[in-house]
């Protein structure tokens, strides 16, 4: 890491799909935009781009409107396939991340599903790590190997094992320490036996493998339907817009605000 680095880098990250981590990305983008931080974007699953594809919507939405949005300003990268290229790929996008860590108040970079070099290559420059979870109990099994039955916490699994490989090397090149977040996201709207055993679970392991828990966002529609427009529940009440809000809407807006503060405090985000 470069001694000059700006950036609070923020990386959202799980070693499994489907878990919302660009819906995170988009919503925490403008948050961090409203509040009147300089903020880039790294979409790293750029061949699947879910996140450059939700930005781009954006842009048409607001050209097609003559509105005048904040847009994260978006970098987008696919992995290599070719061995002969993966090494130079390796050392670009470490470079690219020190360049970019030096022009933004905000980095927030988008990782792939699956692990791959870039994955590897962006938790080296976090200093906030998002790991979004489902409230799925075979989910957990990226974290620890539970035997369920006796609620024991066996071996930690591939992803907590990865990050604390992470956590040492940090601390080897003088970075001691990383701001781990775990974000439940696209849980059940209902206070069901299974979504209490996860977040339970989590709370456990967060004190075992030295990270904070929030339970995040519930599974609501609304956020499927922005996408298309490539708005977020804190755009609605923009004075271009002026949406009409629903309690669903007001809740939503509520969580996504919540976990803003929970991640990035005032105070820290000012001083970082």
Known sequence: MTADKKAHVIVVSNEKGGTGKSTISMHL?????????????????????TLS????????????????????????????EDLDLIKASKENINRRIQELGREYDALIIDTPGTKNYLFDEAHKHADTLITPMTDSLIDLNVMADIDFESST?????????FIWDVKKEMAA????????????????????????????????????????????????LIYKELFLEGLTVLDMQHEQLKMRMTMSHIAAKREIRSIAEFICPDEEAKSA
Do not use: M
């Open 173 to 220: 090149n003088g970075h001691p320490y990383l701001n781990w977040i775990v974000v439940g996201n696209k849980t059940s709207p209902y206070n069901s036996k299974n979504k209490n055993a996860v977040f339970e679970y989590l709370e456990r392991l967060g004190k075992l493998y030295g990270f904070r828990f929030t339970p995040g966002l519930k599974d609501r």
């Open 53 to 80: 594809k939700y930005i781009a919507n954006r842009i048409k939405y607001c050209q097609s409107r003559k509105l005048d949005l904040p847009i994260p300003e978006l970098y987008s990268y696919a992995p290599q």
């Open 153 to 161: 916490i066996g071996r930690p699994g591939h992803y907590a094992s």
């Open 29 to 49: 983008a403008i948050s961090l935009l409203q509040e009147g931080y300089h903020v880039g974007v790294v979409d790293l699953d750029g061949r699947q781009g």
